[in-house]
């Protein structure tokens, strides 16, 4: 069974940066797809930005030119580098991991994929 462990996370002022990582604990799939969901309290979790295996990536419209991901050379990793933070970005983020052309089900299917445990991301005003 993979394990996936998120790091990372902490407390930031708005308009600072915070950058995750997530580290599988065995080697990926080829073509497995990784990325990052949230979910703050009283709300369902969203999906937040992915890589896919071919290194396309894809990001939520409340993130895009704000949040950049990245995969390691050794392609178990991925990163999120958050840049100009708000106070609505506070949530426990989640790092997820499933084949390419599923990782878009994963938000109503989440066991057909790998989840680590999170990382809280809290912004203060």
């Known amino acids: 069974q993979m394990q996936l462990v998120e790091s990372g996370g902490g407390l930031v002022e708005a308009g600072g940066s915070l950058r995750l990582s997530c580290v599988a604990s065995?080697?990926?799939?080829?073509?497995?797809?990784m990325g990052w969901f949230r979910q703050a309290p009283g709300k369902e979790r969203e999906e937040v930005a992915y890589?896919?295996?071919?290194?396309?990536?894809t990001y939520a419209e409340s993130v895009k030119g704000r949040f950049t991901i990245s995969r390691g050379s050794a392609k178990n990793t991925v990163f999120l580098q958050m840049d100009s933070l708000k106070p609505e970005d506070t949530a426990m983020y989640y790092c997820?991991?499933?084949?390419?052309?599923?990782?878009?089900?994963?938000?109503?299917?989440?066991?057909?994929?790998?989840w680590g445990q999170g990382t809280q991301v809290t912004v203060s005003a």
């Open positions: 997820a991991a499933a084949h390419d052309y599923a990782f878009y089900l994963l938000r109503e299917q989440p066991e057909i994929g790998f």
């Open positions: 890589i896919k295996s071919d290194g396309d990536p």
């Open positions: 065995k080697s990926i799939y080829s073509t497995y797809c």
